[in-house]
């Protein structure tokens, strides 16, 4: 009763910190307040016992399953695509190795054991043949990119590919999906599931949840031409893992670390501040294929 009681307070706190800005972190007297402020910056400031709190949070992994070339690049006669796809979310990066022959009309799938896109394995991976998930998973939200690249064997050195190694914890790949020699650009999208989105169709734990989404063409994101653009789809597979017991205080400070935070409250608020609206995709049925 007295950790619940004490919960409340914070709870109160923070929703003070929102409301009445940065006044309520300061140590001076208010000097004209509504008389509420005051106490409500006294509980604020109040201790909170951080170790003492706790929850169990489900958990999901996040696979790529392939993708399809619904209609390759360029004129259908004239060569297959040799596709290169690169993955991203909050701890890192995938790339695949060149992938050779792809036709309209076909669907490419991945390993499915090594093809991890969300909750990757610390290091360097190639998706397909390294990128294996941690079975710990990550917590809701789940939100990752996906591009597609066509590796042209001739083509104008626009730049030049340069990665460098994964910092502790995070992962990344080899080389870069576009090469920087003359690559075509396929198609992109972006992936955002709420702790709304993956409970509604991940109830219990080992439930799978398989999803297509249809890529746009458009490098910089805005509406293309009417050309004859490539057309593609990448499907992939959330897969809901053991729930984790999380303590509070280990939360905060990997937060107040990699955000530079230098309070609890100052890393609750970076972590609010940091929320956005999910991204609207395409989603295609999943039909036989």
Same mark, same amino acid.
């Not at 003492?52 to 006669?77: Q, S």
């Not at 653009?229 to 597979?237: A, E, H, I, K, V």
């Given at each position: 009763?007295?950790?619940?009681?004490?919960?409340?307070?914070? $709870?109160?706190?923070?929703?003070?910190?929102?409301? +009445?800005?940065? /006044?309520?972190?300061?140590?001076?007297?208010?000097?004209?307040?509504?008389?509420?402020?005051?106490?409500?910056?006294?509980? !604020?400031?109040?201790?909170?016992?951080?170790?003492?709190?706790?929850?169990?949070?489900?958990?999901?992994?996040? =696979?790529?399953?392939?993708? #399809?070339?619904?209609?390759? @690049?360029?004129? %259908?006669?004239?060569?297959? %695509?040799?596709?290169? !796809?690169? @993955?991203? /979310?909050?701890?890192?990066?995938?790339?695949?190795?060149?992938?050779?022959?792809?036709?309209?009309?076909?669907?490419?799938?991945?390993?499915?054991?090594?093809? $991890?896109?969300?909750?990757?394995?610390?290091?360097?991976?190639?998706?397909?043949? @390294?990128? *294996?998930?941690? =079975?710990?998973?990550?917590?809701?939200?789940?939100?990752?990119?996906?591009?597609?690249?066509?590796?042209? !064997? *001739?083509?104008?050195?626009?730049?030049? $590919? #340069?990665?460098?190694?994964?910092?502790?914890?995070?992962?990344?790949?080899?080389?870069?999906?576009? /090469?920087?020699?003359?690559?075509?650009?396929?198609?992109?999208?972006?992936? &955002?599931?709420?702790?709304?989105?993956?409970?509604?169709?991940?109830?219990?734990v080992g439930d799978e949840h398989i999803e297509t989404v249809v890529l746009s063409p458009c490098?910089?994101?805005?509406?293309?031409?009417?050309? &004859?653009?490539?057309?593609?789809? +990448?499907? +992939?597979?959330?897969?809901? !893992?053991?729930?984790?017991?999380v303590e509070l205080r280990s939360l905060l400070d990997e937060t107040m670390h990699r955000t530079?935070?230098?309070?609890?409250? =100052?890393?609750?608020? @970076?972590?609010?501040?940091?929320?956005?609206?999910?991204?609207?995709?395409?989603?295609?049925?999943?039909?036989?294929?």
């Amino acid at each position: 009763m007295v950790l619940q009681r004490r919960l409340m307070t914070w $709870c109160v706190g923070v929703t003070a910190c929102l409301c +009445f800005g940065a /006044d309520v972190f300061a140590h001076e007297p208010l000097t004209a307040s509504p008389s509420g402020t005051s106490e409500v910056r006294a509980v !604020v400031e109040q201790d909170v016992a951080w170790d003492a709190i706790e929850w169990t949070e489900r958990r999901y992994k996040l =696979e790529a399953v392939g993708f #399809k070339a619904r209609n390759e @690049t360029g004129w %259908d006669w004239w060569g297959s %695509d040799e596709v290169m !796809v690169g @993955t991203e /979310d909050s701890k890192g990066w995938t790339v695949s190795a060149e992938l050779s022959g792809v036709d309209s009309g076909e669907f490419y799938s991945f390993d499915p054991v090594r093809s $991890c896109v969300v909750a990757v394995r610390p290091g360097i991976v190639v998706l397909g043949k @390294t990128s *294996v998930c941690n =079975e710990a998973g990550e917590p809701a939200p789940l939100s990752f990119g996906v591009e597609l690249w066509e590796k042209d !064997v *001739v083509g104008w050195r626009t730049g030049f $590919c #340069k990665t460098l190694p994964p910092g502790k914890g995070l992962h990344a790949g080899p080389h870069c999906a576009d /090469d920087g020699s003359g690559a075509d650009f396929i198609g992109r999208a972006r992936v &955002d599931l709420s702790a709304l989105d993956l409970e509604a169709v991940l109830p219990n734990v080992g439930d799978e949840h398989i999803e297509t989404v249809v890529l746009s063409p458009c490098p910089s994101g805005e509406v293309c031409s009417d050309a &004859d653009l490539p057309d593609y789809s +990448f499907t +992939f597979r959330v897969t809901r !893992v053991r729930d984790a017991r999380v303590e509070l205080r280990s939360l905060l400070d990997e937060t107040m670390h990699r955000t530079g935070a230098r309070s609890e409250l =100052e890393a609750i608020v @970076t972590g609010l501040r940091s929320l956005r609206a999910p991204s609207p995709r395409q989603v295609e049925p999943n039909l036989p294929r």
